[in-house]
């Protein structure tokens, strides 16, 4: 008979097998909830509505993350279950399939995972609710999901104030800011989606009125689309 492969060599398949796993299902997951979370904020604005988008950028992300990653966690050890063969294939031990019994470590993490879903959806529908609705017919604006949306019309808006600069780990961080006349300001730049075509239909609903626009916070070798930060709508 030949020798059996080292333990460490064994623990080292399943880590990558586990890695594997987490990382083809995360992925797509992940990408699902953020389009998702888009669409939820519009679902949220009246019709009609050319541009929406979270105030929060990071919650957004935030929570399509843990989502996806709970629910990715879930699904592997799912198919670990239910599914026999796939565990004897990645090497694991027989009695693998079973330690998802009470007290177990595999067991906290089943339950972690299973509670941090259930969190963050609401903090998904949360974040989309708090948001920014822009239409023909003037500005929506809800600074929390238990506020009543605020109305302005474009000519509250009084200023434009856009940034390129780099975060603490080197990428980019690019803001788009709508100043309005009651000193409200928010950064239409999370509504990633809606943006190729809600912004023309920005520049025609600003056409004509005055509107300050700051491009200083631009910066020279900034990697996004620079023309659209520095060129004022009117």
């Excluded at 979370?37 to 509505?49: D, I, R, V």
């Excluded at 009651?182 to 075509?197: H, L, R, S």
């Excluded at 626009?213 to 004022?232: H, I, K, M, N, Q």
Aim: hydrophobic letters at 50%.
């Amino acid at each position: 008979m030949g020798a059996s492969a080292p333990s460490g060599l064994r623990k080292g398949g399943q880590r990558l097998v586990d890695f594997l796993l987490l990382l083809v299902t995360f992925v797509p997951l992940f990408v699902f909830f953020l389009f998702l979370g888009n669409h939820l904020s519009m679902w949220f604005c009246p019709a009609k509505t050319f541009m929406a988008g979270p105030l929060s950028g990071f919650g957004q992300f935030a929570s399509s993350g843990l989502l996806a990653w709970s629910l990715s966690y879930l699904i592997q050890r799912g198919l670990f279950l239910l599914a026999p063969g796939l565990v004897r294939a990645a090497g694991y031990p027989a009695a693998y399939k079973h330690t998802s019994k009470p007290g177990s470590w595999p067991a906290f993490w089943l339950k972690l995972a299973a509670i941090v879903a259930v969190l963050s959806v609401p903090w998904m529908l949360a974040n989309a609710a708090t948001e920014f609705c822009l239409s023909a017919g003037g500005i929506g604006y809800r600074p929390a999901p238990w506020d009543d949306a605020r109305h302005y019309r474009w000519d509250d808006v009084v200023a434009i104030q856009t940034s390129c600069v780099r975060g603490a780990r080197g990428r980019w961080s690019v803001s788009y800011d709508v100043g309005l006349r009651d000193g409200t300001y928010f950064d239409i730049a999370t509504a990633a989606n809606e943006w190729k075509n809600g912004y023309p239909r920005l520049a025609h609903a600003l056409a004509g009125r005055h509107v300050a626009f700051d491009s200083s916070r631009v910066a020279p070798d900034c990697g996004a689309s620079v023309e659209v930060l520095r060129t004022p709508l009117l």
